[in-house]
């Protein structure tokens, strides 16, 4: 369907002062705070988890040498997916002079509806990451205390209790990423990069790792978060978190949540021989995705 002239009756008065609706400000890149870009040249992406070796053993005088085995653990999949919008003209529409100012107008409108879903699609890993029915290669959901290893133990990255976002959970956190392990139970010393928290919790986030002293005590303590550099990357506010209560923390652990960029954004404009509209149209394909869960920690919150 194109846009007509009698969507647009009040444009073709004299003496409209402004048209205002598709002016808005619009969130930043979000996503580029949590995930990795990579770009892809293939209708889909997989990566493979490899096990690893276990822990060296110790060679007796005389004795043979023992031997190990890598393999693989398993494998996570990006399907990549066309995201694409537009809008047409009729010709009479151009004609009376409305071509200059709703061609400018409306392509802004396309470019923030475009980045809108992006930053919908990017936060929904999240959203969805407690979710049962949203499962990665390892056969679970991204937050979750069963990631299984190929010697039988398990990780988790999510507390064993939900908790709220405060000075305990956080140091639980903190301490539990610590103690993840590779796929032969060897440690992995991965820390804490990035706290990532929905807007209601940005200032529970600033006293939490920008006050010098304990928060909400009366004890004369340093802020240990802060003095031992826990979160050295601070945090950050994704605004498409749907649950208030919810926070994560991003680590250094690689290969972990991945965007991979297919075809970029492009915009087009195009004229119909047989109608004179003139069409626009918005098109990027990509995914959003996880290799290894612990690339991140997560809690829903307790309530």
Same mark, same amino acid.
């Not at 920008?210 to 945090?235: C, F, H, L, W």
């Given at each position: 369907?194109?846009?007509?002239?009698?969507?647009?009756?009040?444009?073709?008065?004299?003496?409209?002062?402004?048209?205002?609706?598709?002016?808005?400000?619009?969130?930043?890149?979000?996503?580029?705070?949590?995930?990795?870009?990579?770009?892809?040249?293939?209708?889909?992406?997989?990566?493979?988890?490899?096990?690893?070796?276990?822990? +060296?053993?110790?060679? $007796? *005088?005389? %004795?043979?040498?023992?031997?190990?085995?890598?393999?693989? #653990? &398993? =494998?996570?999949?990006?399907?990549?997916?066309?995201?694409?919008?537009?809008?047409?003209?009729?010709?009479?529409?151009?004609?009376?002079?409305?071509?200059?100012?709703?061609?400018?107008?409306?392509?802004?409108?396309?470019?923030?509806?475009?980045?809108?879903?992006?930053?919908?699609?990017?936060?929904?890993?999240?959203?969805?990451?407690?979710?049962?029915?949203?499962?990665?290669?390892?056969?679970?959901?991204?937050?979750?205390?069963?990631?299984?290893?190929?010697?039988?133990?398990?990780?988790?990255?999510?507390?064993?209790? +939900?908790?709220?976002? $405060? *000075?305990? %959970?956080?140091?639980?956190?903190?301490?539990?990423?610590? #103690? &993840? =392990?590779?796929?032969?139970?060897?440690?992995?010393?991965?820390?804490?990069?990035?706290?990532?928290?929905?807007?209601?919790?940005?200032?529970?986030?600033?006293?939490?790792?920008?006050?010098?002293?304990?928060?909400?005590?009366?004890?004369?303590?340093?802020?240990?978060?802060?003095?031992?550099?826990?979160?050295?990357?601070?945090?950050?506010?994704?605004?498409?978190?749907?649950?208030?209560?919810?926070?994560?923390?991003?680590?250094?652990?690689?290969?972990?949540?991945?965007?991979?960029?297919?075809?970029?954004?492009?915009?087009?404009?195009?004229?119909?021989?047989?109608?004179?509209?003139?069409?626009?149209?918005?098109?990027?394909?990509?995914?959003?995705?996880?290799?290894?869960?612990?690339?991140?920690?997560?809690?829903?919150?307790?309530?």
């Amino acid at each position: 369907m194109s846009i007509s002239r009698s969507q647009l009756l009040k444009e073709l008065l004299p003496g409209l002062n402004a048209l205002f609706g598709l002016e808005f400000a619009r969130y930043g890149e979000e996503h580029k705070e949590i995930y990795e870009i990579e770009s892809s040249e293939r209708s889909f992406e997989e990566e493979t988890k490899l096990s690893g070796f276990g822990a +060296a053993p110790v060679k $007796n *005088e005389g %004795s043979a040498i023992q031997y190990d085995n890598a393999q693989e #653990a &398993w =494998t996570a999949r990006y399907n990549h997916e066309t995201i694409a919008l537009g809008f047409s003209l009729t010709e009479e529409a151009i004609e009376d002079n409305l071509y200059d100012s709703l061609s400018a107008r409306y392509t802004k409108g396309l470019a923030r509806a475009m980045s809108y879903t992006k930053q919908v699609k990017g936060a929904a890993v999240l959203n969805n990451g407690f979710n049962a029915a949203f499962v990665g290669g390892d056969g679970v959901s991204l937050f979750s205390s069963a990631h299984t290893l190929v010697n039988g133990g398990t990780n988790s990255n999510i507390p064993s209790t +939900a908790a709220d976002l $405060n *000075e305990t %959970s956080l140091e639980a956190a903190v301490i539990q990423i610590a #103690a &993840w =392990t590779d796929e032969r139970g060897l440690l992995i010393a991965a820390k804490p990069k990035k706290l990532i928290v929905p807007p209601a919790l940005q200032f529970v986030a600033t006293r939490l790792l920008e006050t010098e002293q304990r928060v909400g005590t009366t004890d004369n303590d340093i802020n240990a978060i802060k003095n031992n550099g826990s979160i050295p990357q601070g945090y950050a506010i994704n605004h498409f978190l749907t649950d208030n209560n919810s926070w994560f923390l991003t680590t250094d652990v690689p290969n972990g949540l991945k965007h991979f960029v297919r075809a970029p954004i492009t915009n087009d404009m195009s004229g119909d021989f047989d109608t004179g509209n003139v069409r626009y149209r918005s098109r990027e394909r990509y995914s959003f995705g996880w290799s290894d869960p612990l690339a991140i920690y997560g809690s829903p919150g307790s309530s």
